[in-house]
């Protein structure tokens, strides 16, 4: 059964902090890693990374993969209030019938007091 | 632009009624996703549509649930008999083309509470 997992489950930090999310997985099939933010009930899409190595950036939020240990993680630098969410990983799955499938861990909560 | 829809946005009924979930995927996207996500939780596979059919439906949780997408665009999820364990919130999400490179747009969800 595929399975991912997230680390830490929940993070309190303040303002100006930096953070780090951690995702790891077991899945066959695995085709990319997804990193979505849930502030009220819609994830939206943060990164998608499909290549080992290869860090992706957008603004203060940045993600790395690495498909020989099987994680990734999700850099947040420079905390601020309006980052406070959960943070989702997601595996996509390759093949198949399941083609496309997600699979979640179960989040981590991030709130950034001021 | 518009992004995926759901209706309604809250639903409570009592155990044992039915229940009807709608999705209103982004124009166009042929592939089309349901979830259904318990509070503290990551969200879970439900369904998969690539246009009208039902491509994978491992993750349905028993025979009360069943979705429809007749016309290959707006889906329905509906539940059976339901059970105060089936209140969660209900997620549609849709992508171009369910390959590989193609994220998945998701819409607000329905939250369902059975009494």
């Known amino acids: 059964e595929d399975k991912v997992v997230q680390s830490p489950l929940s993070l309190v930090v303040h303002e100006g902090d930096t953070v780090t999310l951690n995702c790891s997985y077991e899945?066959?099939?695995?085709?990319?890693l997804l990193w979505y933010k849930q502030e009220k009930k819609a994830p939206t899409f943060l990164f998608m990374l499909?290549?080992?190595?290869i860090e992706k950036k957008s603004g203060r939020l940045s993600s790395i993969l690495d498909k020989k240990e099987l994680f990734s993680i999700l850099n947040i630098t420079a905390t601020q209030t309006g980052d406070s969410a959960v943070y989702l990983c997601?595996?996509?799955?390759?093949?198949?019938?399941?083609?496309?499938?997600?699979?979640f861990g179960q989040g981590t909560i991030l709130t950034v007091h001021p | 632009g518009a992004g995926v829809s759901q209706t309604p946005s809250n639903k409570v009924t009592e155990k044992g009624k039915y229940v009807e979930l709608r999705c209103d995927p982004i124009?166009?996207?042929?592939?089309l996703y349901w979830y259904r996500q318990s509070l503290g939780q990551g969200p879970e596979f439900l369904i998969y549509f690539q246009g009208t059919g039902a491509a994978d439906d491992s993750g349905l949780p028993n025979d009360r649930f069943f979705a429809v997408r007749p016309e290959g665009s707006v889906s329905t999820l509906k539940i059976q008999r339901t059970e105060r364990g089936d209140s969660a919130v209900y997620l549609c999400?849709?992508?171009?083309?369910?390959?590989?490179?193609?994220?998945?747009?998701f819409g607000p969800g329905t939250r369902l509470t059975v009494t």
């Open positions: 899945v066959t099939n695995f085709r990319s």
């Open positions: 997601a595996s996509k799955n390759a093949g198949g019938t399941s083609y496309g499938k997600l699979t």
């Open positions: 999400a849709s992508s171009p083309l369910p390959g590989s490179g193609y994220e998945q747009y």
């Open positions: 499909t290549s080992s190595g």
């Open positions: 124009s166009g996207h042929t592939a």
